[in-house]
């Protein structure tokens, strides 16, 4: 079963149009939620009346910071956000109030009769601004803005540089993105007495439970998660969004459920990608070694928390890049501005920090006269190097990763000058090294009925990567048992057991060893159970097809069961990884694997128009052991198009803290015409096949592969993104002035 | 008024709303997504008299005595469409929320051209957007159908 490419078990679903995401829940008396937001980026809130608002025939209640307990604020580890704005907003489009109605037309008329009053505060929106003396604070406890500054100190850095030959500096900067998945977010939530029930498209059910049981001091038993298949998630879902709003609206509508559901619009307030500014400082020797490296990273993470305190940590480990430096000393803040929060976004951080590093080791190559992919394969960590935070790496495999791409681009062919009015070509590459949630536990259960059927209970959240198909291969693998017996539910916090969160490509490891467990211990059940019958000893027993095998019997799983008078047997499996750095060095284990993809551009720069096309583009991402490999390389393929939204036309434009884009007409993303004229692409396995996620690894890669090959063909380096055509003209001008 | 949906006649209640809200919220066929509701995603797309609209864009009353398809109605006897069947043999989707938007427009594009190249399936599909990066085997999807269509 491992390593076939059976198509999503729910396919039927998916092509009729019959899938059943959040935007299509219906539940009897429900009402309509509609988000009141702020206009103002900062301010004190002197005014919230909703008296008027309330008249409107059809509205059922309002909700404001007044009726909000002391409880009421969430963040990964700093609880800086209100469920709605208590009595100042920091951010457009933060949430003031909430409206729920018989019809959105209601809800709408209601908010024109809020009357808001603000006293404006002074704001700020880049995050190198913030941290300058005299910027506006936004939260008091933070009075520098800096809500978060994660180190990592390796070896001694200016006896490093000093060994150096040339040390290069450089910045690469990424704009605010959005996930923009086409499904938005969207959650439902009911009370029943002191129990809640949400439902709601997260990626992370048993945060949500968390959270929610938190704020309102409720056991977490008594709030129940359901997630149905999402229509896209890529981190946007990965944290607490408008679940605590929802369930805050609903416990004022005397238990009717109250569904919102995000316009477009919303989406771009509701999470972005972090923008970030990114300085990295490299040391290197005339024979092609590093010395040293500093990094520092400024990441814009909006007016509050969020998920940042987690991820500008991630973002320190996955700045240095997969290659042997002695020295490496890293800096990464997290800042408070008045923009709307940042979370994830596929690839989460390596998307900033491997445009960063990658970028720079063109430059680096170019300067030095070396051949940069030479150059990069020479420096390409291998099993048992040791990475800046100490740990050994094992199972890496970047030299076959870059390899497998370059090779996929086929014959090398120099920056040959087009026919004329057909623009120059050029060639790059790119690698990624990124870890994955280093503390994080998942938990699994299997039912066996005695009809043979088996049930998989579990809170993997399938949002499109193939993730329940993904468990029931594993299952029917592990287990003996065919596809077709097997029936996945989940996730439901009522009924399925723990799971951290769908999220940094950790599905198929984490859950996957969890079922793997659980099909162990049922495999022992049952081997207990049927060795009298077969006359057998256990330990000469296996399983295949959903019957036990002796050397000349078997019974199926459905008669041990009858036989033994049982109507089922329910068995559980748990997999979890405890690692960690040090707080004040970065050092420790950062990751229990490594997540590492290559790409290879080819594109065809227009000089007349600054328009980019890539001609080719072959991907590798490291997989251990494939569990489907077309799903495989369609999560590759997947990664490279979307990888071209940042690299070439993404950007969230905010103009005093408005976004002036904020849709899919001014923000592009890419579209069939964009896509490389070939694309191709690889999944490497290795012998020790443990199974990898692979969700991300080809994502990062794609914009310094393209920058890369862009400096190939015309000569010029870009250093923010997106690679815009207007930037590529304006750097030949530039490069043509004296 | 009376609008004509994969075949047969729903009577619905007038006033200016979308083709997409009635579709959805008063018939209950929610195949039909809205991604954008500003006509740039595709994810919204059902085929009038055979052409793809977006029915973010359109009002009901437009459609009024016109034959609406959605991906509803595309099934027959029980058996997918040959698009929909491509789509599955050359996994042409992953959350699939824009998966019946692709096959209506596709629907449409082999109505017109039963033999598109591939640079004509790109142009045709250009309207239709997939964030999960499934193009590739679209591309693939709608060669495919269009051999048994
Ligand atoms: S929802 Fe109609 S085109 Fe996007
Ligand atoms: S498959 Fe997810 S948007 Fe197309």
Known sequence: MIGESVPMLDSLARVTGTLDYMINLRLPNMLVGKIVRSQSPHAKLLKVDITNALQVPGVIAILTGADLGANAFYGAGIKDQGVVAVDRVRYVGEPIAAIAAESLDAAEEAELLIDIEYDELPAVFDAQAAIQAGAPTLHEKFPNNIFKHAKLRHGDLDVAFAEADEIFEDTFTSPPAQQASLEPHVSAAQWDGERLTIWTASQAPFMVRKTLSEIFGIAPEAVRVIVPPLGGGYGGKGHIRIEPLAAAMARKTNGRPVKFALSRAEEFVTVTKHAASITLKTGVKRDGTFTARQVTLYWNGGAYADASPLLVPAGMVRSVGPYRIPAVHVDSYGIYTNLPPAGAYRGAMSSQTTWAYESQMDIIARKMGWDPLEFRMKNLFVSGDRFATGEELRDVHFVECLEASAKGLGAPSSPALLPEGEGKRGRGYGVMMKSTVATSKSQARLKLTDDGMVTLFTSTVEMGQGGHTTMAQITAEALGVPLSAIKIIGPDTAITPFDSTTSASRSTSMMGNAVVAACGSMRKKLFELSAPLLETPPDQLRTKNGFVVANETSISFGDILKRNNLNELNEAGEYSTSLGLDPETGQGVSTPHWHQGAGAAEVKVDTETGRVTILRYSAASFAGRVVNPRMAQLQNDGNVIFGLGPALMEEIVFDGGQPTNPNLADYSIPSIRDIPVELTSICIESDEGEMHGIGEMTLPPVAPAIANAIEDAIGVRIKDLPITAEKILRALREKSQP | ?149
């Open chain 2, 1 to 149: 008024m009376i609008l004509n949906v994969n075949g047969s006649r729903h009577e619905v209640q007038e006033g200016t709303r979308t083709l997409l809200e009635v579709l959805r919220d008063d018939l209950g066929l929610v195949g039909t997504k809205e991604g954008c509701g500003v006509g740039m995603c595709g994810a919204c797309t059902v085929l009038v008299d055979g052409r793809p609209i977006s029915g973010c864009l359109i009002l009901a009353e437009q459609v009024v005595g016109k034959e609406i398809l959605t991906v509803e109605g595309l099934e027959k006897n029980g058996q997918l469409h040959p698009i929909q069947q491509a789509f599955i043999d050359e996994r042409a989707f992953q959350c699939a929320y824009c998966t019946p938007g692709f096959i209506l427009s596709t629907a449409a594009l082999l109505n017109e051209n039963p033999n598109p190249s591939e640079d004509e399936i790109r142009e045709y599909l250009s309207g239709n957007l997939c964030r999960c990066g499934s193009y590739q085997n679209i591309l693939k999807a709608v060669l495919r159908a269009h051999q048994r269509v």
